[in-house]
Nanobody, 122 residues
Framework: QTQLVQSGGGLVQPGGSLTISCTAS????????IGWFRQAPGKEREGVAC????????YYKEAVKGRFTISRDNAKNTVYLQMNSLAPEDTALYYC???????????????WGQGTQVTVSS
């Protein structure tokens, strides 16, 4: 069974950058579309970005466009989320997930990572 293992995250000052990673074990990540989601305390989980399985086509939540970049390295079975110009409102628990179709709907995702905390604070 495919498992997603996340790494990265942590504390960063406003305006700083951070990269989080999502590596698949037990399966090939290139079969799936991969999404990054986040959930802040007291808020619902929201889609941040997703990338398709073939062409690298990416979609971003409006609030992160131009600041976040999703990318994948299928040879390493890993997907990345590069986050620049981070702001306090980006603080959340970030999750990666895998789906059979390119979508930002969490309900369509089959496998989920364990979550990694990103805190933006001075």
């Amino acid at each position: 069974q495919t498992q997603l293992v996340q790494s990265g995250g942590g504390l960063v000052q406003p305006g700083g950058s951070l990269t989080i990673s999502c590596t698949a074990s037990g399966g090939l990540l290139d079969y799936y579309a991969i999404g990054w989601f986040r959930q802040a305390p007291g808020k619902e989980r929201e889609g941040v970005a997703c990338i398709d399985s073939n062409d690298g086509l990416a979609y971003y939540k409006e609030a992160v466009k131009g600041r976040f970049t999703i990318s994948r390295d299928n040879a390493k079975n890993t997907v990345y989320l590069q986050m620049n110009s981070l702001a306090p409102e980006d603080t959340a628990l970030y999750y990666c997930a895998a789906a059979n179709l390119w979508t930002m709907s969490p309900a369509q995702y089959i496998y989920w990572g364990q979550g990694t905390q990103v805190t933006v604070s001075s």
